[in-house]
Structures are given as structure tokens and as C-alpha cells.
């Protein structure tokens, strides 16, 4: 209903029922900033993924190969496989510390893992993380026959632990594994892990680079010989069978 009103020779009128619904000044729907905020995760695990394929395309691909001044040392014995981790004196081309140096002077093309992937790993029960680790030792045991004592020291382990307790659910993570050296791999049991399988483990490692050291590899024909020695040298019951292509 309009009111009239006479203010000097004028007449104004004011309508009540329009002026009480004026446009709220109120905050936009929470529900709206939490889907950008979500968009904007979204896009830095994106970029964050991107950003790690680029770095392994554009990574050297081969490890294996051998300098030719290289001078051997003791951590660079099972390259690349079984050695220990990249000697950080190499970057400017030499190691003071020669062929005593404890760290592999070798180039590496390995992975680490992120911030993210240690903490999931360390929030993790030890039977989880073996159960995670156990397909990838498995792996290297197809390919390298060096893997093989260790996949039987895992398998002994997880024989004796719950079975209810499944591997670690993270597409990420597998990822890394996947591009990690077995000694790597050996690390993260001996980081994690409490008990006798820790000091076994190292043991089988330090055992491994000697007899890899001291037995070299043999043509393809001999392979078979080659894992022999290495297994019964270490009292490993498992058998190699290498699928011909």
C-alpha cells in the first residue's frame, strides 16, 4: 500500500512492501568456496604429477653404464641394483675418498620418494608395509636373480605375521616403488621393520654385493649356474626360472 505524503509542492510515494525485500548482503554458499578449494587441490596434484613425468622422460635412461676412468670402490659394488646410494662428491666428478668411498660412484636414474609417500609409509604397520613391498621384490625377482634371497627372507616373515592385514592402497606410491632399486627397497624393510629381519636383510645385501662381486656375470647360457651359486651361497631354497622370449 503507498503512503502519500505532501512535502512542499511535491507529492512522494513510498512503497513499504518494495523496501522490505531488498537484495540480501549476505556471503555466498560455503558449499561453492569448498568446491574451488577442491578444483585447486585437484589441479596442484595434477601439475605435481605432470610435472614428475616430465623429470623421469627427460632423466637419462641408461644406469648401467661404466666411466671410463671409474675406478671401483666399495659402494659401488651390485650396481645398480644392489649398491649403495649415489656419493654426493661425485656431482663435481671426484670422490676424495677413492675406493674406500662407501657410496656408489656410479650414475643413478632412480627415484626417491616424496614427503607424502615417507609419511604414509611410516604411519603404516610393519605387516603392511611388507605386504606393499612384497610385490616388487617379487618383480626384481623375475628380472634379477640377485632379488631372489631377498624375496625369500620377505616371504618367511609375512608367513608368520596376520594375514588379515592388507598392502597399502595408493596408485602414487606403487608408482615409486615400481622405479626404486632393490636395495632401495631392502632400505625401507630395514627403516620400518624391528625384529631379526632388519640385520638378515643387511646381511643378505653385503652378501650379495661380494658374490656378485667376486662371481661376474656369465653369458646368458650360464645363468642358471650363476643363480645356483648365489642362492645355495646363501642358503636360499627358492629356484630361479627365467621364462625364454
Keep these: 500500500m503507498a503512503l502519500l505524503r505532501y512535502r512542499w509542492t511535491f507529492i512522494d510515494a513510498e512503497n513499504v512492501e518494495d523496501a522490505a ?13 569448498q568446491e574451488f578449494l577442491r578444483a585447486a587441490r585437484q589441479l596442484r596434484r595434477e601439475e605435481t604429477q605432470l610435472a614428475a613425468q616430465v623429470a623421469q622422460l627427460l632423466a ?4 648401467s653404464w661404466t666411466p671410463a676412468n671409474f675406478v671401483p670402490n666399495v659402494g659401488s659394488l651390485g650396481h645398480p641394483n644392489l649398491c649403495q646410494r649415489r656419493c654426493c662428491l661425485m656431482r663435481d666428478g671426484v670422490c676424495p675418498k677413492g675406493a674406500a668411498c662407501e657410496y ?4 643413478h636414474c632412480r627415484s626417491s620418494l616424496d614427503k607424502r609417500q615417507r609419511c604414509l609409509l611410516s604411519s603404516a604397520s610393519e605387516t603392511q608395509l611388507l605386504r606393499t613391498l612384497q610385490p616388487h621384490f ?11 634371497p631377498l624375496q625369500e627372507l620377505l616371504a618367511r616373515e609375512l608367513a608368520v605375521r596376520p594375514q588379515e592385514e592388507q598392502s597399502l ?13 632393490l636395495a632401495a627397497l631392502a632400505g ?3 627403516a620400518h621393520t624391528s625384529g631379526r629381519l632388519p640385520g638378515l636383510m643387511r646381511e643378505a645385501l653385503a652378501e650379495l654385493r661380494e658374490l ?9 647360457a650360464d645363468e642358471p649356474d650363476r643363480v645356483t ?14 621364462e625364454e622370449v
Excluded: Q, W
Excluded at 637419462?60 to 644406469?63: E, G, M, Q, W
Design 188 to 190: 625401507l624393510v630395514c
Design 212 to 220: 656378485m662381486d667376486a662371481f661376474p656375470g656369465p653369458k646368458k
Design 21 to 33: 525485500c531488498g537484495r540480501s548482503s549476505s556471503c555466498p554458499a560455503a558449499f561453492r568456496s
Design 169 to 181: 592402497r595408493c596408485p602414487n606410491l606403487e608408482r615409486t616403488l615400481t622405479r626404486l632399486s
Design 60 to 63: 637419462p635412461k641408461n644406469d
Design 104 to 107: 656408489c660412484h656410479l650414475p
Design 138 to 148: 617379487a618383480r626384481h625377482g623375475m628380472e634379477n636373480p640377485a632379488a631372489l
Design 229 to 242: 651359486f648365489i642362492c645355495h651361497s646363501l642358503g636360499c631354497n627358492t629356484k630361479y626360472h627365467k
